[in-house]
């Protein structure tokens, strides 16, 4: 079993950067698929980003392409979310999320065992 915390959220300007984090605990963090995942008010849960068991491979939903980035530190068993050049349609809340499917990449929050409480991100214009 693991626990995720996340933390980093909070109210930015269009344009502006933010470091989410999402902190595990456990001693098996780095046999977990980690990723990150949106919810807007009355929207379905999105995925933005994941990454594999190493760190060595990663996947970004197509509206966050070349704006975030996801990594890593399993010494620390640390999950970020780098977002940069932020966007108004990019507020929701974000969650992290552990997969027990330790091969190739997860997409569908259905493929996650553990979830965070999720961290708000809201992005003014």
């Known amino acids: 079993q693991v626990q995720l915390v996340e933390s980093g959220g909070g109210l930015v300007q269009a344009g502006d950067s933010l470091r989410l984090s999402c902190a595990a605990s456990?001693?098996?963090?780095?046999?977990?698929?980690m990723g990150w995942f949106r919810q807007a008010p009355g929207k379905e849960r999105d995925f933005v980003a994941t990454?594999?068991?190493?760190?060595?491979?990663?996947k970004y939903g197509e509206p966050v392409k070349g704006r975030f980035t996801i990594s890593r530190d399993n010494a620390k068993s640390t999950m970020y979310l780098q977002m940069n050049s932020l966007r108004p349609e990019d507020t929701a809340i974000y969650y992290c999320?552990?997969?027990?499917?330790?091969?190739?990449?997860?997409?569908?929050?259905?493929?996650?065992?553990?979830w965070g409480q999720g961290t708000q991100v809201t992005v003014s214009s």
């Open positions: 999320a552990a997969s027990s499917i330790s091969i190739g990449l997860r997409v569908r929050p259905n493929e996650y065992n553990y």
């Open positions: 456990g001693r098996t963090f780095n046999t977990y698929t």
């Open positions: 990454i594999n068991y190493s760190g060595a491979s990663t």
